[in-house]
């Protein structure tokens, strides 16, 4: 049963994070933005109007996750002076308790994500490291944890490329994360992510050690403005491989993007490759090859403009000992993150995706840094 200190506290975290978040503020402000949506011609400029509704949009998602907090607190409130009467019993003052500190700390992490980019959805790659068949299967393993991850958090994975592992797993995928503040919390990823287990695919049931590396770039939209030169930009087909069908292997519907790209800070060069089988559609598997390359370009001069490079830069080290950002020991029980040392037993949660743990506390320590 909770005390009343407890939920004397409840109160003035609430009441603190609606000053801190300024919601007063932010109520005045969303009044004065959908309005500026009323005028007559305003879908007429597509990319502006976009851009101004994707405003109204993050206005409100502030202003009602606060109002869905005060709401409970305030039956919590509520509820805590019916105990008195005997109209409610402590066990449910005590799952409405949990409840309530559950929104209050989801509130208090999305206030850490405030960088530009933060908002904006993810792109993710998986690359297995050396090892053949166990590293792959540990590559495609990472991937049902990041896709069990999206289906909890609501938002929209779809698979941009894959490439099978030659007996099992993958060597990499590609996967589009859609959904608000996706590129704020996965960036905690970025990395190499180490796997110690007895293997399946040893005759001699040895202990063996695993690496694969993920990568975080923000998945940019229509509202940011990206430049491509054309004139860099060069095209291949390709047939799709997959399980079956009518289609595969007779339509060329997958697409090769390479860019020459040419750091305008520094004049290195360099070829950005990027792979599309996500759909039968030739020019739709285009169109998200091109968001890909906006994503990357975007992310690219990110690296010129913010202080928090070398996270960035940690997909792109060797996958080896010495450089994980993370260790899952299976027979131990145990996932440890060695930048935060935050650990946990429930193994089997985070590989179904429970890795909230872990974006929680690298936020915590490195969210300020990287205001910077």
């Keep these: 049963?909770?005390?009343?200190?407890?939920?004397?506290?409840?109160?003035?975290?609430?009441?603190?994070?609606?000053?801190?978040?300024?919601?007063?503020?932010?109520?005045?402000?969303?009044?004065?933005?959908?309005?500026?949506?009323?005028?007559?011609?305003?879908?007429?400029?597509?990319?502006?109007?976009?851009?101004?509704?994707?405003?109204?949009?993050?206005?409100?998602?502030?202003?009602?996750?606060?109002?869905?907090?005060?709401?409970?607190?305030?039956?919590?409130?509520?509820?805590?002076?019916?105990?008195?009467?005997?109209?409610?019993?402590?066990?449910?003052?005590?799952?409405?308790?949990g409840s309530v500190m559950e929104k209050i700390e989801a509130l208090e992490l999305k206030n850490m994500l405030r960088r530009e980019e933060d908002s904006l959805g993810a792109v993710l790659k998986i690359n297995s490291g050396a090892g053949g068949t166990e590293s792959q299967d540990w590559a495609s393993m990472l991937m049902r944890m990041y896709?069990?991850?999206?289906?909890?958090?609501?938002?929209?994975?779809?698979?941009?490329?894959?490439?099978?592992?030659?007996?099992?797993g993958i060597k990499s995928v590609t996967i589009d994360v859609d959904?608000?503040?996706?590129?704020?919390?996965?960036?905690?990823?970025?990395?190499?992510?180490?796997l110690v287990r007895v293997s399946p695919y040893n005759a001699q049931g040895k202990r063996m050690t695993s690496f694969a590396s993920v990568f975080v770039t923000p998945l940019v939209d229509d509202t940011i403005e990206v430049k491509v030169?054309?004139?860099?930009?060069?095209?291949?087909?390709?047939?799709?491989?997959?399980?079956?069908?009518?289609?595969?292997?007779?339509?060329?519907?997958?697409?090769?993007?390479?860019?020459?790209?040419?750091?305008?800070?520094?004049?290195?060069k360099e070829e950005i490759l990027i792979e599309n089988t996500e759909t039968r559609d030739q020019p739709k598997n285009k169109e998200n090859a091109m968001r890909q390359l906006r994503s990357i370009l975007y992310d690219k001069e990110l690296q010129h403009r913010l202080a928090e490079q070398r996270k960035i830069e940690d997909g792109k080290m060797k996958i080896e000992w010495g450089s994980q950002i993370r260790s899952y020991v299976f027979d131990d029980r145990r996932v440890k993150d060695h930048r935060t040392n935050w650990q946990t037993s429930d193994v089997n949660g985070v590989m179904d995706g429970d890795i909230d743990g872990f974006i929680k506390a690298y936020l915590m320590e490195f969210a300020s840094e990287s205001e910077e």
């Design 1 to 97: 049963m909770i005390t009343f200190e407890q939920l004397k506290e409840t109160i003035e975290r609430k009441d603190a994070l609606g000053r801190y978040l300024d919601i007063d503020s932010k109520r005045v402000e969303v009044e004065e933005e959908e309005l500026r949506t009323h005028v007559p011609d305003f879908w007429e400029h597509q990319k502006e109007a976009q851009a101004q509704m994707k405003k109204v949009k993050e206005l409100h998602q502030w202003i009602d996750g606060y109002d869905e907090l005060d709401k409970a607190v305030g039956e919590l409130q509520l509820a805590w002076d019916f105990l008195k009467e005997g109209l409610v019993e402590e066990e449910e003052i005590d799952s409405m308790y």
């Design 147 to 168: 896709l069990r991850w999206c289906e909890a958090k609501g938002y929209k994975a779809s698979i941009a490329n894959i490439l099978e592992g030659d007996e099992a």
């Design 179 to 194: 959904g608000a503040f996706a590129y704020g919390y996965l960036k905690s990823e970025n990395g190499v992510h180490r």
């Design 229 to 268: 030169d054309p004139a860099a930009l060069s095209w291949d087909t390709f047939r799709s491989g997959g399980a079956g069908g009518q289609n595969v292997n007779k339509v060329e519907s997958g697409v090769r993007l390479r860019y020459q790209f040419v750091d305008p800070y520094t004049g290195e």
